[in-house]
């Protein structure tokens, strides 16, 4: 067991940096696809079921502060039933990080390095990931500490200079002109959330896992927030049915904003670069997760050994998709898909503890019995 270093502010941090991810440029796309002038309150709709599924990956941490997902599951529903649970979650983020990775390569290609593979691209980002995931768990925390002001508050400042270009009869109706596709939205949305599931490998490590709650709500409402802020700026400024022409809406948000002055009259630059570092820490955790579980499965002492031995399968499944488009036929298809494991499992497990009354150990003692 590591020695556990992580703070409640660092715990946020890592929910956070992980959630504001490669998913920020389609978002407001996705939304208004969903409900047009109702792409907030769909965005809204998508953090709430998040919400739920990282409340229960948090209350499970809680009840076996010393163990993470795959190992609580032995404990809950016996090995091999929770094999199968935990293989399904090891292949599922190393989906995501490969499709998260191509996502990041299609859109550098697209924007700056024109002239550049796309397979460069995506090399270099998954081979950084990966030497970076060779740390331990307390490691891990200190690098999305340090990003994490980097991200946000860079984020903030351009949605708000973005704000004064806004109209607000874009927004209305709220609820939206022709909201069919709200339910499919909202399960869309809220699998852009899906890296909160990386809270199951935080909590053992924290310091008092007792206030991981505080930790998950805290993180929640401020990349939610994040999203949803996003998503009335840039219907506000393009209206519904312009975003529905546009690959990235939030780029061409960014483009579109200036600083007071004149003094950048283009924030696009800027906003990648935050973008890009965005991208490095939800693939990071995307990947640490990935290892960390494979470790927990087979229970060796170093997840060192898998960092680089699954480089090749992730990289091989992030350049399968033929195009753009197909790429993100995928994302939605997978995210949607997903939401059974990273909200549906997780709320089994809690029943399961609940009505078997299976509960860890207190932090401090340890785990000696497996089905204490």
Request: net charge positive; no cysteine.
């Amino acid at each position: 067991m590591e020695t556990r270093q992580i703070t409640v502010i660092q715990a946020a941090a890592i929910l956070i940096s992980t959630i504001i991810g490669v998913g920020v440029l389609p978002l407001p796309l996705f939304a208004v696809r969903a409900a047009d002038s109702g792409a907030p309150l769909v965005t809204f709709l998508g953090m709430m079921v998040a919400f739920v599924g990282l409340v229960f990956i948090t209350v499970l941490g809680m009840r076996f502060p010393n163990k993470s997902i795959v190992q609580y599951s032995e404990d809950i529903l016996g090995k091999w039933f929770a094999w199968l649970g935990s293989a399904f979650i090891i292949v599922f983020f190393a989906v995501l990080t490969s499709l998260a990775a191509r996502e990041f390569g299609e859109v550098v290609v697209t924007s700056v390095l024109k002239t550049t593979p796309v397979e460069v691209t995506v090399i270099v980002m998954l081979l950084l990931a990966a030497i970076s995931t060779r740390n331990d768990t307390t490691t891990f925390a200190y690098i999305h500490h340090f990003y994490f002001p980097l991200l946000l508050f860079p984020a903030l400042l351009i949605v708000a200079l973005s704000l004064n270009n806004g109209d607000v009869i874009n927004l209305q109706p709220i609820w939206g002109n022709e909201p069919n596709g709200t339910m499919k939205g909202i399960l869309t949305i809220a699998a852009l959330f899906q890296g909160s599931f990386i809270m199951t490998l935080v909590i053992p490590s924290m310091r008092r896992p007792e206030r991981a709650m505080r930790a998950s709500i805290f993180g929640m409402l401020i990349a939610g927030g994040l999203y949803v802020i996003l998503v009335v700026a840039a219907v506000s400024v393009f209206g519904a049915e312009e975003i529905k022409q546009l690959l990235w809406p939030t780029l061409e948000l960014a483009k579109a904003t200036s600083l007071p002055a004149n003094i950048l009259e283009r924030l696009d630059a800027a906003f990648l670069a935050v973008w890009v570092t965005a991208v490095f820490t939800t693939l990071l955790s995307s990947y640490f997760l990935t290892i960390q579980a494979i470790n927990h499965l087979f229970r060796l002492r170093d997840h060192k050994i898998f960092s680089l031995f699954i480089l090749p399968f992730v990289f091989i499944t992030a350049m399968l998709p033929q195009n753009i488009v197909q790429l993100y036929g995928i994302i939605e298809t997978v995210g949607r898909i997903g939401l059974s494991l990273t909200i549906g499992y997780p709320g089994l497990l809690l029943l399961i503890s609940i009505f078997r009354k299976k509960r860890g150990n207190p932090v401090g003692e340890k785990n000696l019995d497996k089905n204490s």
